[in-house]
């Protein structure tokens, strides 16, 4: 459908999300959106890992417990935590969630770094003064 038109009909759609959701709709084609919406219900395939956290900490052990109890109460599936060099106890307070997610049937893991690792990026771009 043309873009101009698309704009016009989801303008009018007083709801944000529901006007995002048609205006995507209506630009894509309705004919393409109802064949991926037939080929997404038919395909069964399930990923390894639906969400996954990447997150760098230094001395978040005090919070550590209640923030990876919040997120796996939300679905997080697999964490990728790196300890930027903490003096505190995160690693004592990761170590049984590493321990027990790395075990279980669901796919759940902590993956941990407790080595601080250094790199070094070159630039491959230049400054040109003056």
Not at 79 to 85: A, G, P, Q, T, V
Request: net charge positive; hydrophobic share 40%; proline share 4%.
């Amino acid at each position: 459908m043309n873009k101009v038109l698309a704009e016009i009909i989801a303008g009018v759609i007083p709801h944000k999300m529901t006007r995002n959701r048609w205006r995507g709709i209506l630009r894509y084609g309705i004919f393409n959106a109802i064949r991926l919406k037939r080929e997404i219900s038919r395909n069964h395939t399930i990923p390894k890992f639906q969400l996954a956290i990447c997150a760098i900490a230094k001395n978040e052990g005090p919070y550590f417990k209640e923030w990876i109890e919040w997120h796996l109460a939300h679905g997080v599936d697999q964490f990728f935590i790196y300890d930027n060099e903490s003096t505190d106890d995160t690693k004592d307070i990761l170590e049984p969630y590493i321990r027990a997610l790395s075990t279980t049937n669901h796919g759940q893991a902590i993956v941990c770094s407790w080595q601080p690792t250094t790199t070094v990026w070159s630039s491959t771009a230049s400054t040109h003064a003056g």
